[in-house]
């Protein structure tokens, strides 16, 4: 099964562009973001530490609940300053990234996947979802003996 399958819709090539923000409701979006060639670089420690002191820093957009896969990774978002478009931030806190490890084998795709989430169930069951990625790829045996997962901000509902 495809860890992502969930996330895309039918016939979509590309993901959609900007996120729509309603003013007076919750805005939280489950992002995906694959690394470039869908290489496997992405569940070590350092890019962990890396990734988190990143997201903390770039706080135009805050990360609530991530988990990081070999070749990809999935947060949860909300947008804390309306003057910086969700692709905005993206591009800025990927930079950053590269910035602070000056591994040019580290890239991510250009693009990411975003996925408005409507209500607060959606949360828990797509960071349930989330969660089990590794179980289906047989990585670990327990959720919890996935080590590259966490929290930036707590940005619940």
Same mark, same amino acid.
Request: charged residues 20%.
């Given at each position: 099964m495809n860890c992502?399958?969930?996330?895309?819709?039918?016939?979509?090539?590309?993901?959609?562009?900007?996120?729509?923000?309603?003013?007076?409701?919750?805005?939280?979006?489950?992002?995906?973001?694959?690394?470039?060639?869908?290489?496997?670089? !992405? %569940?070590? #420690?350092?890019? $962990?530490?890396?990734?988190?002191?990143?997201?903390?820093?770039t706080i135009a957009w805050l990360v609530g609940d991530y988990l990081i896969m070999p070749?990809?990774?999935?947060?949860?978002?909300?947008?804390?300053? !309306? %003057?910086? #478009?969700?692709? $905005?931030?993206?591009?800025?806190?990927?930079?950053?990234?590269?910035?602070?490890h000056g591994r040019a084998e580290w890239r991510f795709q250009s693009r990411g996947w975003h996925h408005r989430l409507r209500e607060d169930k959606d949360y828990s069951d797509k960071w349930l979802y989330v969660q089990e990625n590794p179980l289906r790829k047989n990585l670990v045996t327990r959720i919890e003996d996935w080590p590259y997962k966490g929290r930036v901000h707590d940005i619940r509902w």
């Open positions: 992502d399958a969930p996330f895309s819709e039918p016939g979509r090539k590309n993901p959609s562009s900007g996120a729509h923000i309603q003013l007076g409701r919750p805005n939280f979006f489950l992002l995906t973001v694959n690394t470039e060639h869908r290489e496997p670089w !992405l %569940a070590d #420690t350092t890019v $962990q530490q890396l990734l988190h002191q990143t997201w903390q820093e070749d990809h990774l999935h947060l949860f978002c909300a947008p804390r300053d !309306l %003057a910086f #478009t969700i692709e $905005q931030w993206i591009t800025y806190w990927k930079r950053e990234f590269g910035r602070n």
